[in-house]
């Protein structure tokens, strides 16, 4: 998955794609924000915690700006 998403913030960066993410790459995003979020209300050290919450804040502004609330239900 990171290699994926590294693949496509690279090809974005040189304007290779929209700035809209496709379906599959937000799912995986979701997905990747879902499992932050699971690992933060098992509890942890205050290390982890805070380091998955900066994770689950980095995968959620790419979410945000691949714009991909526009899938909606398709998302589930």
């Given at each position: 998955?990171?290699?994926?998403?590294?693949?496509?913030?690279?090809?974005?960066?040189?304007?290779?794609?929209?700035?809209e993410?496709?379906?599959k790459?937000?799912?995986?995003?979701?997905?990747?924000?879902?499992?932050?979020?699971?690992?933060?209300?098992?509890?942890?050290?205050?290390?982890?915690?805070?380091?998955?919450?900066?994770?689950?804040?980095?995968?959620?502004?790419?979410?945000?700006?691949?714009?991909?609330?526009?899938?909606?239900?398709?998302?589930?």
């Open positions: 998955m990171k290699w994926t998403l590294a693949v496509f913030l690279l090809a974005s960066s040189m304007g290779v794609y929209s700035a993410g496709s379906l790459t937000c799912k995986n995003l979701k997905n990747t924000i879902e499992k932050y979020d699971v690992l933060r209300r098992k509890g942890g050290s205050a290390g982890e915690m805070e380091s998955w919450k900066k994770k689950r804040a980095y995968y959620k502004k790419i979410y945000s700006q691949l714009s991909c609330d526009r899938w909606g239900s398709k998302l589930r």
